[in-house]
């Protein structure tokens, strides 16, 4: 089954001659349990489709299914069960007056969850953070650290779809392995699908077992990750990505 | 090869509540005609050393160092109208990000000649013909309409390309880019770093390419040094740079993802204390 | 000052209390909290002018506690034998009013009304600017539209004049003026939290919570509230000395407290008359008026650099 559908979807911003299409015609699937990437330079239209999925951008039209139900205008609660998205500014994703423990509890608080405290403590020890972290504001935490909290955050109504927004592309190289790691750990786990956005190939290549190439708000090429690390793209745009990325 | 920048036994320092935090620790380089490369992860102190060389270190926090010779003259010893002098004329600097390095409120055109005007004592038309010729230099097509323009015009790659330009026009004898490109798309980076360094070649300047980017930095420099913790652990041939020794490189260079060989997990970085407790190895050449 | 010599970091017990604040791993709510309201104590407590206003307002506030042990008088009491004694006379430091009152113990008695008008002012308008300025930089739309405009009509109208016509509808006296002010002040409260609103509205964390299904009035409250209330309570103490000075000016025009009551305004306002041949009457007073706004702007300066979280960390 289809965890996610998109079709014919068009994305943009704006009435009249302010309107910018951000996302045109973009159309794929993710199977249940895949991992499937999103690649192309800023403003191509990659971070828009996460955030048509997710409601924020409320401007689209289209086919979204997630789970096989097929998504209106407003999403409900249950939505937020199945779907959830971890940011890509760790330093820009957690409130900056509220502790670890706020963060997590009132995630919790809101999906109805009673066993916050024991809840609480086991998210943070799978994310690799620990007790100790529990109480901490996000000024004490460093941006991997801050990232795991968000990780910690997404996780918390156990969904089934995660929606990566360039999870590592503001974090340094060793830690980016660690969060890696982590991802890679929480899906064979749990059983999770990614979604995941990124402009670094290399970091797709090791994530996601497809992908789409992506320019001015377009699907160019879909290929599978043989595909990319045999450098055998059809388009001649995701080509010109993958030889900008050796 | 003649020696640029000399600078030894280099200090920055900041005071805080609990103790006086060392942000660079000791750490001794020179520079030639040539393209040095500083790599490290956030809090290495790899732009505090690119900003204290041109003074930029805003208080509380201190510069210290034997010295900072520029051609032998002593940066330390000048004083803060002198320095002024030297920054944009001697030693210039390109920043991460053009959209804060540039006025919002001047057109592009006004802010290249104004910065060249600075320095020199040209005419207004002189000062015109010499920005047109900037930014052809720096591949930009069509650079009459971009001397009208604003910046919130300009894409990042546009607006990166315009500040080398500016920092360019007073021909430098160095110029230091701190992490010029990394607000860029591949594609445009590429672009960017080509032009710097034709640039760089033909005026015969010395290049401080500060950058988190190894492999970026394997492929455009001709020499590195690798700084952890405030210090410099490793000095290496930008060409050997994959086959450097100190295990802290080496686990930078194990934890990227690589297309050509793929793996489960990526390498993690396992950190060992020493490698801050060891001295700083000297980047002189 | 030097640190090392003050006695709480000699004494063992008093250091390891300090280490508890000071740490990196709080170990429970309560503990993370008072770490974060430590931490705010010690980079307020390095500023002096901050200390000083701070320490002028805790001086005010011990008078006002203890008005009846401090004042040598009954303020009220006149006696028109010794009506108008100069400055140092025996028995009345200040001297006397027209009235034979004793200008010091009116003056202590007048810090409690000076503070009650304070509270009041402190607690209403900033408390509708933020519910104004929230809702309407957080919902948008025709919303947004109708409440700026509110606030824009407050705007136009000259402060003090529409507070002199708001009293003039409710009738004089000290509740009245208090309204009447926090009327008049709320608008730049609710420009203020409306811009910040606007920013965070768009920020990643705020996206986050409703990505958890988090709906407006738990975002406005929770999320929104906690980040616009520090800068508010900057602006306000930055705002108190220009409301006391507009509850002095109620006070001197008589629309304010009414007399016999020993409001400080209401002092000046009757010492007019004697200024030439009498300048204390109103001037004592006035200089009373000027250290309280004095100290409320230092520490309002003090209070932005601890609470404003664009500068801090």
Partial sequence: MNMLEIKQLDVWFGHGHNRVDAVKGAEFSVPEGESFGLVGESGSGKSTILRAITGLAPEWSGGITVNGERLGKQRRKSFYKTVQMVFQDPYASLHPRHSVDQVLGETLALHGFRDIDARVVKLLDDVGLGQKFRFRYPHQLSGGQRQRVAIARALAPEPKLLLLDEPTSALDVSVQAEILNLLVDLRKDRGLTYLMVSHDLSVVGHMCDRLAAMRHGEIVEIMDVAALRGMQAQHAYSQELLQASV | MSTLLDVENLWVRFPTRNGVFDAVRGISFTLGRERLGIVGESGSGKSMTGRSILRLIRAPGVVEADHISLEGQDLLQLSEKEMREVRGKRISMVMQDPKFSLNPVMTIGDQIMEAYRLHSKASKSEAYAKSIEMLEAVSIRDPERVMRAYPHEMSGGMGQRIMIAMMLIPNPEILIADEPTSALDVSVQRQVLDIMDKLVRERGMGLIFISHDLNLVADFCDRVLIMYAGRVVEVCEADKLHEAKHPYTRGLLNSLPRLDAPRDHLEVLQRDPAWSEAPSVSGRS | ?313
């Fill in chain 3, 1 to 313: 000052m030097s640190d090392t010599h003050s006695p709480d970091t000699q004494n063992p017990e008093a250091q390891s209390l300090r280490a508890w604040l000071l740490t990196e791993t709080p170990t429970s709510r309560r503990h993370a909290k008072l770490s974060a309201l430590y931490h705010g104590w010690l980079s307020f407590r390095a500023n002096t002018m901050a200390m000083i206003g701070l320490g002028i307002l805790v001086a005010l506030l011990f008078v006002a506690l203890f008005a009846p042990l401090l004042a040598p008088h009954d303020p009220f009491e006149q006696n028109l034998g010794s009506r108008l004694l100069p400055l140092w006379t025996e028995g009345h430091v200040f001297g006397t009013d027209s009235l034979g009152r004793d200008i010091l113990s009116r003056l202590i008695y007048g810090s409690r009304i000076t503070l009650y008008i304070v509270a009041l002012v402190a607690l209403i308008a900033p408390l509708v600017g933020l519910l104004v300025g929230t809702v309407s930089g957080y919902v948008g739309g025709w919303v947004d539209t109708v409440l700026m405009r509110i606030t824009d009509i407050f705007l136009a109208f000259p402060r003090l004049v529409l507070a002199l016509a708001f009293v003039a509808a409710l009738g004089a006296g000290i509740e009245n003026a208090v309204i009447a002010i926090s009327l008049t002040a709320w608008p730049p409260y609710a420009r203020v939290a409306r811009a910040e609103t606007l920013t965070i509205r768009s920020s990643d964390y705020i996206s986050a919570i409703k990505l958890q299904g988090a709906g407006a009035f738990r975002i406005i409250t929770k999320h929104i509230w906690p980040l616009c209330i520090s800068s508010l309570i900057v602006r306000v103490t930055l705002d108190m000395a220009g409301i006391i000075l507009a509850a002095a000016g109620l006070g001197f025009l008589g629309l304010g407290a009414q007399p016999p009551s020993p409001e400080w305004g209401a002092m000046i306002s009757e010492g007019r008359r004697f200024i030439l041949d009498h300048w204390w009457v109103a001037t004592v007073p006035g200089l009373a008026i000027f250290t309280v706004s004095l100290a409320f702007n230092l520490l309002g300066d003090g209070l932005r650099d601890v609470l404003d979280p664009k500068a801090g960390d």
